[in-house]
T-cell receptor
């Protein structure tokens, strides 16, 4: 079993919909939780960064961490076609290496 | 606008040939990572360096892969001999895992095809 599990999708939703992306993990020592966005033929770029549990909001994006359930989520409100990309969750303990999920391929249809 | 650069961007080679990929990390970043991405396996960490010293290369096939950081501005990943199963996109990322900046900046990747 992988340390971080993420449904690879693909996920296709209409423009304007709320998108929910999720990851589960097995290592309770993880402290830092990230979401990366990767456009086709590009490198991943950091989208959201959260330390420990709780919510973080940035514009249309909200990241949630539930350490008791070992579950993290990324919500995208008012989704746009430009949000079409692969979204990767990643996490680590302290200054250790990041462990990535498989990535979820998301398409927003106009 | 500081960014990680990688060369070459694309490489097509024949099985058995040596492949060298280069990465220039962002100035001031003390940690450099090499990843491989495929459809089947996703993003896999091959090796990483901190302050130019190798910290973890457990994800790398030791018999054919080698990673080095000859100076603070250059990291290399070498495959010798290359095999078709090495075909993938190889990303370099750099970061500074001290202080407030705790994330990795990825380069554009080297797309490798071994025939």
């Amino acid at each position: 079993q992988k340390e971080v599990e993420q449904d690879p999708g693909p996920l296709s939703v209409p423009e304007g919909a709320i998108v929910s992306l999720n990851c589960t993990y097995s290592n309770s020592a993880f402290q830092y939780f990230m979401w990366y966005r990767q456009y086709s033929r590009k490198g991943p770029e950091l989208l959201m960064y959260t330390y420990s549990s709780g919510n973080k909001e940035d514009g249309r994006f909200t990241a949630q961490v539930d350490k008791s359930s070992k579950y993290i989520s990324l919500f995208i409100r008012d989704s746009q076609p430009s949000d079409s990309a692969t979204y990767l969750c990643a996490m680590r303990k302290g200054a250790q290496k990041l462990v990535f999920g498989q990535g979820t391929r998301l398409t927003i249809n106009p | 606008d500081a960014r990680v650069t990688q060369t070459p961007r694309h490489k097509v080679t024949e099985m058995g040939q040596e492949v060298t990929m280069r990465c220039q990390p962002i100035l001031g970043h003390n940690t450099v990572f090499w990843y491989r991405q495929t459809m089947m396996q996703g993003l896999e960490l091959l090796a990483y360096f901190r302050n130019r010293a190798p910290l973890d290369d457990s994800g790398m096939p030791k018999d054919r892969f080698s990673a080095e950081m000859p100076d603070a501005t250059l990291a290399t990943l070498k495959i010798q001999p290359s095999e078709p199963r090495d075909s993938a996109v190889y990303f370099c990322a750099s970061g500074s895992l001290t202080g407030a900046e705790r994330d990795q900046y990825f380069g554009p990747g080297t797309r490798l095809l071994v025939l």
